[in-house]
C-alpha cells in the first residue's frame, strides 16, 4: 500500500519508517525544509534507538522517502496520516488544531481517488469531524473517510512499542476504510496484535483517557512517596506489594520528580479543558495535574533540606536533563522547573545529559554544561539524579566523592539503595534517609 505521513517527528518518522518496514511505500511530508534535507541525507532529526538503521534500510529499499511537497505522495496515498504536533495552546491548554487543520487543507487539495485520512496526532474529541469538515469543504469532490487512529509509542522504545503495541485502536465505521486499515497493519495483526475498531469520537478518547490514567498512576505512587518518608516506609517495596496484584499492575509505579515529556502534561491538560467544556468535570486528573505541576519544583526543597535547608552559594551538580533515558527530548522535562527552582533558591548549577545536550541548551539558561557526570561533579555540594540513564546506574562514587565539596546525592529515581553508596548522604525518593 502507499502512504503518505504528514509530519515527520518523532511519532511520524518512527510510524513511517515502520511501516515501510512492513513493506508499504512510504513517503513522510514535513513543512520543515532543514528537518526534511537532513533526513535526506541519512541524518536523525530525533535520537530513537535503532531509528537511523530502520530509517536507512527502508531508504535503501525505495520504501521510504521524504519532501517537503504534499501533492504527489497525497495523490497517491491510499492512506494519509496526519502525524503533526498538537502542543497546549497558549493562555488556555486546549489542544493547539492549527497544525492540523492547516494540513487538512493540504492533503484536501492533494487528494486523488478513495483516500482514508488518519488522525495518528492525539486529538481532542470531535477532532475527526473537523477534519472531515475541512477536506469536504475545501473538496466537495473528495472520496474521503476520517479515521482515528491514535498512537500509543514511548520515546526511547518507539520502534519497539509500534511493531509490538499491546493494541491498535482503529476509529471508523466505514467499510472501505477499515479494509485500508486491516490491511496497513496486517503485519502486527498476524502476530496477534488486538486490532480493536470502535467509533472515531470513542477511538480519540480512548487515547486521551489512557494517558490520563498512566499519570494518575504515576502521580498515585509520588504522593504515597511521600506519606512514606513522613511515616517511615519504603515507596519501593509499596509499589511491588501492590504492583504484583494484577489488577493494580507493576507498571508507572516508580516514584519519581513528576512525570513531564511531550505528551503527559499537555494531554492531562487538554482532556481536563475538554471536560471542562462538556460539563463533565475530571476532578481527578485536575488534581493530578496540579499536583504533578507543584511537585516538580518542590523537588528542589528536597535539595535544600539534603543541604541543611538553604542553597545561597551551593552548587548542585544535575544529572540526567531529557524527561526519561533515551530521548533527546526536553519537553516539559522535570529537570527544567527543577533547575530554575535551585537557581531561584540561589544555587549555581553544573549539569550533563549523555545525549539532551544540544537541546537543553536551548531551555535552560545560566547553566554550566559539563561533559561527563565527574567533570560536572566537581566542586558540587551535592549531586542529583534527575534522569536514569543506563550510565549513571553504576557511577564511580570514590572518584565522585574525591572531587566534590560534600558528599551528598540526591536520587530522584531510586537508581541506588540507602546505605548503598558508601561515604554519601543519601536521600532518594518515598524512603526514609539515611546517610
Ligand atoms: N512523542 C510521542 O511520544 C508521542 C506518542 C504518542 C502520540 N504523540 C502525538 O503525536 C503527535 C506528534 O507528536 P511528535 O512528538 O511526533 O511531534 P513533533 O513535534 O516531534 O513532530 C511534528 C512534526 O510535524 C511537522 N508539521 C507541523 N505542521 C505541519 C504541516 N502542516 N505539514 C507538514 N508537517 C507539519 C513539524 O515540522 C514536525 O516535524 C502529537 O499529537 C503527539 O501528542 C506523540
Redesign the pocket.
Known amino acids: 500500500m502507499r502512504v503518505a505521513m504528514?509530519?515527520?517527528?518523532?511519532?511520524?518518522?518512527v510510524s513511517g519508517a515502520c511501516f515501510a518496514d512492513f513493506g508499504h511505500v512510504v513517503t513522510c511530508?514535513?513543512?520543515?525544509g532543514e528537518?526534511i534535507a537532513r533526513l535526506k541525507r541519512g541524518e536523525m532529526?530525533?535520537f530513537e534507538p535503532g531509528l537511523d538503521r530502520l530509517v536507512a534500510a527502508n531508504m535503501r529499499e525505495k520504501r521510504l522517502d521524504f519532501t517537503t511537497d504534499?501533492a504527489g505522495p497525497v495523490a497517491d496515498a491510499d492512506a494519509v496520516f496526519i502525524?503533526?504536533?498538537?502542543?497546549s495552546r497558549r493562555g488556555d491548554g486546549h489542544?493547539d488544531l492549527s497544525?492540523v487543520h492547516?494540513?487538512s487543507r493540504?492533503i484536501a487539495a492533494a487528494l486523488s481517488g478513495f483516500t482514508v485520512v488518519v488522525t495518528?496526532?492525539?486529538?481532542p474529541v470531535g477532532t475527526g469531524d473537523e477534519v472531515e469538515r475541512i477536506i469536504r469543504e475545501t473538496r466537495p469532490d473528495a472520496d474521503v473517510a476520517v479515521v482515528s487512529n491514535?498512537?500509543?509509542?514511548?520515546?526511547g522504545a518507539?520502534i519497539q512499542d509500534f511493531k509490538h503495541p499491546d493494541r491498535i485502536v482503529v476509529g471508523t465505521e466505514d467499510e472501505r476504510a477499515r479494509k485500508v486499515m486491516e490491511n496497513l497493519y496486517r503485519p502486527l495483526y498476524l502476530n496477534q496484535a488486538p486490532l480493536m475498531y470502535t467509533t472515531r469520537r470513542t477511538a480519540e478518547l480512548i487515547?486521551y483517557a489512557a494517558n490520563a490514567f498512566l499519570a494518575t498512576k504515576i502521580t498515585f505512587i509520588n504522593e504515597i512517596a511521600d506519606l512514606c518518608e513522613k511515616v517511615g516506609g519504603d515507596v519501593q517495596q509499596v509499589a511491588r506489594g501492590i504492583g504484583l496484584d494484577n489488577r493494580i499492575g507493576g507498571k508507572f509505579l516508580h516514584a519519581g520528580p513528576g512525570f513531564g515529556?511531550?505528551?503527559f502534561p499537555?494531554?492531562t491538560v487538554a482532556l481536563i479543558k475538554t471536560a471542562q467544556d462538556a460539563e463533565a468535570p475530571l476532578r481527578i486528573v485536575e488534581t493530578v495535574a496540579a499536583v504533578n505541576d507543584a511537585r516538580k519544583r518542590g523537588m528542589a526543597r528536597k535539595v535544600a533540606a539534603a543541604l541543611g535547608g538553604t542553597l545561597r552559594g551551593k552548587t548542585v551538580a544535575v544529572l540526567g536533563l531529557t524527561f526519561k533515558p533515551n530521548t533527546d527530548?526536553m519537553r516539559e522535562a522535570p529537570s527544567i522547573p527543577l533547575i530554575t527552582a535551585l537557581q531561584d533558591m540561589g544555587a549555581r548549577v553544573r549539569a550533563y545529559d549523555p545525549v539532551g545536550m544540544v537541546q537543553a541548551r536551548q531551555v535552560l539558561t545560566g547553566v554550566e554544561f559539563c561533559d561527563n557526570p565527574y567533570s560536572c561533579a566537581e566542586g558540587a555540594e551535592a549531586l542529583v539524579i534527575v534522569t536514569e540513564w543506563e550510565q549513571f546506574r553504576a557511577l564511580d562514587f570514590d572518584r565522585l566523592r574525591s572531587v566534590m565539596k560534600q558528599a551528598v546525592l540526591v536520587d530522584l529515581r531510586n537508581v541506588y539503595r540507602p546505605g548503598e553508596v558508601n561515604g554519601f548522604a543519601y536521600y532518594g525518593i518515598g524512603r526514609t534517609p539515611r546517610t
Open positions: 504528514i509530519g515527520a517527528g518523532y511519532v511520524g518518522l511530508v514535513d513543512k520543515d528537518r532529526p530525533v504534499f502525524a503533526v504536533g498538537t502542543p489542544a497544525y492547516a494540513a493540504e495518528k496526532s492525539t486529538v491514535p498512537e500509543f509509542l514511548r520515546e518507539a487515547k515529556g511531550s505528551c499537555k494531554d527530548d
